[in-house]
């Protein structure tokens, strides 16, 4: 149980040697070169750039991004794994740059369980605390307590290897919760798990984070993990945040492009539209359709002074509906159908809209009932729109939203 | 096709056959040497001559003989060169086992030029011959006084480390960081962490790089011979050479008994300790 404050964090690798350029064979063009999108300095490589967050105590939360972002970066800071080039990490008030793993009162899951493979599952829960000197009636008790929790005491006496995936992440969880850590941290314990496991530990985390009290930090790449795990979320890329806030509050007002497109399964539709403004009223112009615009976005589009302009607009799939033949149908888009994928309680369909591709969501009921039979086939022509309420408007410059870019998005705390 | 997949299959066999055939030839020249020793150590020393490869008649059997003899005859206690090369063995194993699975893990862990360099010269030294350095060297074990069986040891160490440090690095790359990682977040310093964590992981490797040591060291005849005193200290091997009777006749017999008594140590720690080195102790660390 602890407080966890990150200020201004930077992690910086240091420039090594340029490596030799292989010669291309002749006849061979020769290698692209990989470029990465970080940052690169004088000092080097930026993998995690001024990093501020304050993780509240017993609070989960969640760092999520592409591969490369700099989220297990930023946690192995947090553990002490990786030294901090600048910035201040604090636990519970306390200072711990220079602090050693072991000091920090903190426990690890790791994404490919690092279980000790010669020790049993009860010697590897045990570990840390006979580290510790623990009492070993104590010992005894707390890894028993630890077992029962987690569903491996029929295990307790097994040898990692002949455990399954499920149960070798199961041990590890045990192993960090034994010793009661002030801060408890994950780094895609479930990427290794099949799709069905992943599904039950994620419940199970849930399930754990209610037994026992302490701060959790969490990093995945899966935004279904992190939208259901975390109290709240931090969205990063190419080390830098993107945007920290609950789940529902990134899902509604996504800061820029990128997490709009990286939250939400499937992902956000986008086209070129136009922001009108007539006097103090603004509307959207998007495939010759005009869009208007309800007041609390006028409002909020007035107060940040946007002016008319050509913009990115964003509709969420399940927020695109199609024409089902009853009443206006002046203010509808149109497209193709091209791929119609059968979900079970959805169908997404991927509509072909002057050569991009748009996905919308129906309830299957709805294509059974409400659409005539067949209307919705691959090939046929439909009409769809989506309400100004839920659409998103983002700069085309700056990618931001233009709702909320005077607004701090980079929260350091809520 | 069927057809043709059977007459694959009988190309195939008859290849394993050839193959097999060269190989049961490869053994048997490989261990016909062995046979001799063993089947000579029981003949009478006239008959090892004459029907070097005849097994023992009732005329050429000499029973126990051969190893009485080996071990009384001669000028020196063969226990006493017992013990020289087994606390020669023991401890140079013992120190090549723990300083460069020390030093492997170091090389391994920390990525800089020094353990780069220290790395290469290691592997430097596995193409160096002894042969190159003998003589100065033992002038050198000499001078610094490492002329006796309790400091040979150290001079092992040395000629010991390039192979052992190779195999090592090797096996340590494979463990994965994690672990570590997880022994130090746990609660593990450094040198902790490479005493209950990687030893044992590295139990296998352990086992395989000893049973090399222990072959060459107890084998060894060359550098104890160059270095120590042989008048005082003699080491199996030394004792086995200086197997001469009366006027420098060599009782072959009593030599091959002794060479029997010398090699069965091994074998019977290799046998002993073969099972670990199949063993797979790092399975189910980690995923993959």
Redesign the interface.
Known sequence: MAEVVLEHIEKIYPNTEPKKKKKPKKGQPAEPEKKSNLKITDEGVVAVEDFNLKVADREFVVLVGPSGCGKSTTLRMV???ESITRGTLTIDGVEMNDV???DRD???V?????????MTVRDNLA??LK??KVDPAEINKKVEEAAQILGITQFLDR?????S?GQ?QRVAIG?AIVREPKVLLMDEPLS?LDAKLRNQMRAEIIKLRQRINTTFMYVTHDQTEAMTLGDRIVIMKDGIVQQIGTPQDVYDHPANIFVSGFIGVPQMNYFNADLKKDGDTYSVLVEGVTIELPEDKQQRLRENGVEAQPITLGARPEHVSIYDGKGDQSHMLSGVVDVSEMMGSEVHLHLNVDGQDVIVIVPTTDVNFTFEKGALDVGKTVKFTFSGAVVHLFSKETEENLEYKNQEQHTFDL | MAEKAKGGLEAESKGLIVLSVILAIICIIWVLPMVAVVINSFKLNTFVKTETFALPTAESFAGWDNFIKGVTLGNYNFWLATWYSAFITIASSALILLFTSMAAWYIARVDSIFCKVVYFLCIFSMVVPFQMVMFTLSRTATQLHLDTPWTIPIIYLGFGAGLAIFMFVGFVKSIPLEIEEAAAIDGCSPVRTFFNVDVPMLRPTMISVGILEIMWVWNDYLLPYLVLDVEKYRTIPIFIQYLKGSYGTVDLGATMALILLAIIPVIVFYLCAQKYIIEGVAAGAVKG
């Open positions: 553990a002490g794994l050693a793993p072991k903190i426990a690890m790791f994404q490919n369980y690092a279980l000790y493979p010669h570990f840390p580290l510790r040898k990692p290897k002949a455990l995936g070798r192993r290794n």
